[in-house]
């Protein structure tokens, strides 16, 4: 219970004020979207600037934490994926948007703060790691795959197909922010002072920003898709994706205990945004995706006590 009350419930509460002012029209819609525009595009790129231009490359990025996590997302998609289509004869489309929304979960608005609270500041290696690879491998997978499927059906020749995947990782502001942590790290390049305090002030209100705005956009959700597909999506995100990294990482690679705190908290977060807009992006299996975001995100007040329990 005190897990519940000091970690959890406080980063939940945040999202609650967001979704309340919305709901209440203290902000309106243009408002949120200006706050998560400015918490993705300007406050959590210098976040993670920051924090990847002081890690220790050569022993953070160890294939095992990696292994353990990604096997993890990677199931959770395919299992999702071949049940939709299997189960509930949806077609290949949006069978992979379902997956996706497994497979993307909330590394930073939700798994950051939660392992922060958690474990504290000092703790967040691996947490930082994770998101340094999810969105460049998770996009780069779905959108490469979502091309494949819509090609077979008469879709965007392969040579269109990859200008958009490299395109849409180009411009992502939080890989520009990953980009240049590992340039000044592997330059071994100081920023000036003046310069690091103000990315740094700026880095400070990325998380709770975002926690704020999170709650406004989820206020235009509506639980309204199929059940079935919300319950594969919510099972896999919530409980096969953390579960398969617990397993990996106690029983074949014996992750130690800061790594494996950061991978499972990371895995058993609801799938983010991020999993409606690559459903919007191809107009297929919208409804589903949010709602499952929105359904995900409050299990997760609960799931989320229970693998901190688990954890060492």
Same mark, same amino acid.
């Given at each position: 219970?005190?897990?519940?009350?000091?970690? @959890?419930?406080?980063?939940?509460?945040?999202?609650?004020?967001?979704?309340?002012?919305?709901?209440?029209?203290?902000?309106?819609?243009?408002?949120?979207?200006?706050?998560?525009?400015?918490?993705?595009? @300007?406050?959590?790129?210098?976040?993670?600037?920051?924090?990847?231009?002081?890690? $220790?490359?050569?022993?953070?990025?160890?294939? $095992?934490?990696?292994?353990?996590?990604?096997?993890?997302?990677?199931?959770?998609?395919?299992?999702?994926?071949?049940?939709?289509?299997?189960?509930?004869?949806?077609?290949?489309?949006?069978?992979?948007?379902?997956?996706?929304?497994?497979?993307?979960?909330? !590394?930073?608005?939700?798994?950051?703060? @939660?392992?922060?609270?958690?474990? &504290?500041? &000092?703790? /967040?290696?691996? =947490?930082?790691?994770?998101?340094?690879?999810?969105?460049?491998?998770?996009? !780069?997978?779905?959108?490469?795959?979502?091309?494949?499927?819509?090609?077979?059906?008469?879709?965007?020749?392969?040579?269109?197909?990859?200008?958009?995947? /490299?395109? &849409? @990782?180009?411009?992502?502001? /939080?890989?520009?922010?990953?980009?240049?942590?590992?340039? +000044? =790290?592997?330059?071994?390049?100081?920023?000036?002072?003046?310069?690091? $305090?103000?990315?740094?002030?700026?880095?400070?209100?990325?998380?709770?920003?975002?926690?704020?705005?999170?709650?406004?956009?989820?206020?235009?959700?509506?639980?309204?898709?199929?059940?079935?597909?919300?319950?594969?999506?919510?099972?896999?995100?919530?409980?096969?994706?953390?579960?398969?990294?617990?397993? +990996?990482?106690?029983?074949?690679?014996?992750? $130690?205990?800061?790594?494996?705190?950061?991978?499972?908290?990371?895995?058993?977060?609801?799938?983010?945004?991020?999993?409606?807009?690559?459903?919007?992006?191809?107009?297929?299996?919208?409804?589903?995706?949010?709602?499952?975001?929105?359904?995900?995100?409050?299990? !997760?007040?609960?799931?989320?006590?229970?693998?901190?329990?688990?954890?060492?």
């Amino acid at each position: 219970m005190q897990a519940l009350v000091e970690v @959890i419930l406080p980063v939940f509460l945040l999202i609650a004020a967001g979704y309340a002012a919305m709901l209440a029209r203290i902000l309106p819609d243009p408002g949120i979207d200006g706050l998560m525009r400015y918490a993705n595009s @300007i406050a959590a790129p210098c976040l993670l600037m920051l924090a990847i231009s002081r890690i $220790d490359l050569g022993r953070a990025y160890a294939q $095992d934490l990696l292994i353990s996590f990604y096997a993890g997302a990677f199931a959770s998609f395919l299992m999702a994926a071949v049940l939709a289509v299997f189960w509930l004869r949806r077609p290949a489309t949006e069978a992979v948007v379902i997956g996706f929304a497994a497979l993307f979960s909330n !590394t930073l608005l939700l798994g950051l703060p @939660i392992a922060e609270r958690a474990y &504290g500041s &000092g703790a /967040l290696t691996a =947490n930082y790691i994770l998101i340094s690879v999810h969105s460049p491998l998770l996009y !780069t997978f779905g959108i490469l795959l979502m091309e494949v499927v819509q090609a077979r059906a008469g879709g965007l020749h392969p040579l269109r197909a990859g200008a958009r995947v /490299l395109r &849409g @990782i180009a411009t992502q502001p /939080l890989l520009i922010g990953i980009a240049a942590g590992f340039a +000044l =790290n592997l330059g071994q390049v100081s920023l000036p002072a003046p310069v690091k $305090d103000a990315a740094e002030m700026i880095a400070r209100t990325a998380i709770p920003v975002a926690l704020f705005g999170l709650g406004g956009v989820l206020r235009r959700y509506r639980p309204q898709g199929d059940a079935r597909a919300i319950a594969l999506i919510c099972a896999g995100s919530l409980m096969l994706h953390p579960a398969l990294t617990w397993w +990996l990482g106690t029983r074949y690679f014996h992750l $130690d205990t800061a790594s494996l705190r950061s991978a499972v908290v990371t895995a058993a977060m609801a799938p983010g945004v991020n999993a409606y807009l690559f459903a919007h992006l191809y107009g297929t299996g919208q409804r589903v995706a949010a709602s499952a975001v929105l359904m995900a995100t409050a299990l !997760t007040v609960v799931t989320a006590w229970g693998w901190l329990h688990l954890l060492p």
